[in-house]
T-cell receptor, first 116, second 114 residues
Framework: NAGVMQNPRHLVRRRGQEARLRCSPM?????VYWYRQLPEEGLKFMVY????????ESGMPKERFSAEFPKEGPSILRIQQVVRGDSAAYFC??????????????FGPGTRLTVL | GNSVTQMEGPVTLSEEAFLTINCTYT??????LFWYVQYPGEGLQLLLK?????DKGSNKGFEATYRKETTSFHLEKGSVQVSDSAVYFC?????????????FGKGTKLSVKP
């Protein structure tokens, strides 16, 4: 059973460009979470999605950031007009149910975004 | 609000030493508690978890007991190995407070010397 897949693993963008990060959850998992890890920091929750639904986006910056999880295909985290402060590791996690606190979230290897 | 506080690192130990990494939490509901480990350049791996008070999670020689009275979930290992060198994150999931998303501590970096 393949784990959570994320691509690309490393992404370099210049200021003002767009960044698209992809996440394929584990097989059988229909709940996806995105987290951001700044250098020397813990992970911070950004958004929680089910297929075609955003359940909780309380951790998403109000501007430039968006996320989707379409019926078919991976979840996408999109950052428009990137700035240097967006440089971080972005981790995706998935779980089979997602609405109980006992569920384990399984993490992907992360995408390391560098903004020049 | 919900939060996790874990001891600051880095922690440097010699091989076969005893390890404790402290973690305390604040939560509005009845959280589940987790320890995740992150090896250099990799994502997070679940190390162990406990879902209710007095539960003990254990894996690979690591243990942590969910203590409601002290709101703690300290990570312990009796004899560490060089391969345990990593960053360890304590986390909680509180359905009542946060729809199940994880709240992480800042992480504790462990270095084990031969």
């Amino acid at each position: 059973n393949a784990g959570v897949m994320q691509n690309p693993r490393h992404l370099v963008r210049r200021r003002g460009q767009e960044a698209r990060l992809r996440c394929s959850p584990m097989k059988g998992h229909s709940h996806v979470y995105w987290y951001r890890q700044l250098p020397e920091e813990g992970l911070k929750f950004m958004v929680y999605l089910q297929k075609e639904n955003i359940i909780d986006e309380s951790g998403m910056p109000k501007e430039r950031f968006s996320a989707e999880f379409p019926k078919e295909g991976p979840s996408i985290l999109r950052i428009q007009q990137v700035v240097r402060g967006d440089s971080a590791a972005y981790f995706c996690a998935s779980s089979p149910v997602g609405t109980t606190s006992t569920d384990t979230q399984y993490f992907g290897p992360g995408t390391r975004l560098t903004v020049l | 609000g919900n939060s996790v506080t874990q001891m600051e690192g880095p922690v440097t130990l010699s091989e076969e030493a005893f390890l404790t990494i402290n973690c305390t939490y604040t939560a509005t509901g009845y959280p589940s508690l987790f320890w995740y480990v992150q090896y250099p350049g990799e994502g997070l791996q679940l190390l162990l978890k406990a879902t209710k008070a007095d539960d003990k999670g254990s894996n690979k020689g690591f243990e942590a007991t969910y203590r409601k009275e002290t709101t703690s979930f300290h990570l312990e290992k009796g004899s560490v190995q060089v391969s345990d060198s990593a960053v360890y994150f304590c986390a909680l999931s509180d359905y009542g407070g946060s729809q199940g998303n994880l709240i992480f501590g800042k992480g504790t970096k462990l270095s084990v010397k031969p």
